[in-house]
């Protein structure tokens, strides 16, 4: 919902609101912020707060250092566990240049034109909905993160051999103050593992919601004496951690656009794998406890690329499974849209579908299959000599994920 500004002062007032955090995220989707008090919201949202983008990787030098944030009004939430008096609050925030112009390495900004590509091409309604992965570790006296997990528990266990149970419960109490609606909690199959599924949204709601979902569960994690771990494999010999997609779509004229969307994507996902498994780790994961290594798809398989779990209606999704939850959303549900508008547009048909277990096939059977990107190494190279990459990102994003 948009609130006019004199909406957020009144609330910021009446909230007893000291501190307004101006937030947004780096290339590697990395939030960042600057905090404001409220006699500055005029200017914030009338010029702008102005930042020094030269100290942030791939947002600019010194010679062209400034970048201007414009706060998103119907972003705005309380951060719960902040004090109750002089209470901070947080905007979402776009990037302007000084003269106004967006800044063509903003990732919301880049998601919203994404968003816009599809319903000038009918597609009225895009969501997506996340299921991410961490590890909670112990820290040592002091105060450093440890490798040692936890709890010993395995998938979808109970306490007392679930200790992260009073965990998960204050992560999703908080993100619900915060307006965000975790659809489920349950531990995973490592050692102090944990998952926690949202319900889909709309795409820049889904992103903003991945992007403060890391922030509550690192802030939540160290109220308690842990640290939260989302790199893709912390443990070696253990699972790694995962951040499957779900994506539906609807078109305006009533036809299923969702074929076309998922063959759009089986074919560009090569190049696409850079921005969703950003650093060599991702590759370890790859063919292993359910995370996939083959292009391919099928009706419920956990060993697919992309699944279509079980669902009618409108919880009917397509779950892209080799993300992880390094990887910026923003860019990654802008380049997903991409690919399934490109689906579209050159309607593609769907390869049969592979109902096969990956994980126990023969390898002659698996050999007819192309599979993902083996190392960071050949992902980067994908990414670099893709046009399809170059036609959506400046080349300042596609530098940055490739150097």
């Known amino acids: 919902m948009k609130y006019s500004k004199d909406e957020i002062k009144q609330y910021v007032a009446e909230e007893d609101v000291k501190f307004i955090r101006l937030a947004f995220c780096d290339l590697s989707g990395k939030q960042k912020n600057i905090s404001i008090h409220p006699d500055e919201l005029d200017r914030a949202f009338e010029y702008g707060i102005a930042f020094d983008a030269s100290a942030i990787p791939g947002f600019g030098d010194e010679v062209h250092s400034d970048l201007f944030l414009h706060p998103d009004s119907g972003t705005l939430c309380m951060l719960p566990w902040r004090p109750d008096h002089g209470r901070v609050a947080r905007m979402f925030c776009g990037i302007a240049r000084p003269d106004g112009t967006p800044f063509e390495a903003d990732g919301r900004q880049l998601l919203k034109q994404?968003?816009?590509?599809?319903?000038?091409?009918?597609?009225?309604?895009?969501?997506?909905?996340?299921?991410?992965?961490?590890?909670?570790?112990?820290?040592?006296?002091?105060?450093?993160?440890?490798?040692?997990?936890?709890?010993?528990?395995?998938?979808?266990?109970?306490?007392?051999?679930?200790?992260?149970?009073?965990?998960?419960?204050?992560?999703?109490?908080?993100?619900?103050?915060?307006?965000?609606?975790?659809?489920?909690?349950?531990?995973?199959?490592?050692?102090?593992?944990?998952?926690?599924?949202?319900?889909?949204?709309?795409?820049?709601?889904?992103?903003?919601?991945?992007?403060?979902?890391?922030?509550?569960?690192?802030?939540?994690?160290?109220?308690?004496?842990?640290?939260?771990?989302?790199?893709?494999?912390?443990?070696?010999?253990?699972?790694?951690?995962?951040?499957?997609?779900?994506?539906?779509?609807r078109s305006a004229d009533g036809s299923d656009v969702m074929p076309h969307i998922i063959a759009g994507i089986l074919?560009?996902?090569?190049?696409?794998?850079?921005?969703?498994?950003?650093?060599?780790?991702?590759?370890?994961?790859?063919?292993?406890?359910?995370?996939?290594?083959?292009?391919?798809?099928?009706?419920?398989?956990?060993s697919q690329l992309i699944r279509i779990p079980a669902a009618q209606g409108e919880y009917r999704r397509a779950e892209l499974r080799s993300p992880d939850p390094l990887c910026n959303p923003y860019l990654a549900f802008t380049l997903l849209i991409h690919a399934g508008l490109d689906g579209i547009r050159r309607q593609l048909?769907?390869?049969?579908?592979?109902?096969?277990?990956?994980?126990?096939?023969?390898?002659?059977?698996?050999?007819?299959?192309?599979?993902?990107?083996?190392?960071?190494?050949?992902?980067?190279?994908?990414?670099?000599?893709?046009?399809?990459?170059?036609?959506?990102?400046?080349?300042?994003?596609?530098?940055?994920?490739?150097?």
């Open 267 to 302: 074919s560009h996902i090569t190049e696409l794998t850079a921005f969703l498994n950003t650093v060599d780790a991702s590759y370890h994961r790859f063919g292993g406890s359910k995370a996939p290594r083959y292009i391919s798809w099928s009706s419920e398989n956990r």
């Open 349 to 403: 048909v769907l390869p049969e579908a592979a109902d096969i277990n990956f994980f126990s096939a023969p390898e002659q059977v698996k050999a007819q299959f192309r599979t993902l990107p083996a190392t960071l190494a050949q992902a980067k190279a994908a990414a670099e000599s893709s046009s399809f990459i170059h036609q959506l990102l400046p080349q300042t994003i596609i530098s940055y994920y490739t150097r």
């Open 114 to 249: 994404a968003i816009a590509a599809a319903a000038e091409m009918g597609v009225t309604t895009f969501a997506f909905g996340t299921e991410m992965e961490f590890y909670l570790f112990r820290r040592d006296e002091l105060g450093e993160p440890t490798k040692q997990p936890y709890d010993h528990a395995g998938y979808m266990d109970i306490a007392p051999e679930d200790k992260g149970e009073n965990v998960r419960r204050e992560i999703c109490l908080t993100l619900e103050q915060m307006g965000i609606r975790p659809e489920c909690s349950h531990h995973e199959q490592g050692p102090g593992q944990n998952e926690i599924d949202f319900r889909y949204s709309e795409p820049l709601t889904a992103a903003d919601n991945a992007v403060t979902f890391r922030a509550v569960v690192n802030t939540v994690a160290v109220r308690n004496g842990l640290a939260a771990d989302f790199s893709p494999k912390p443990l070696n010999g253990q699972p790694g951690n995962g951040m499957h997609i779900n994506i539906s779509a």
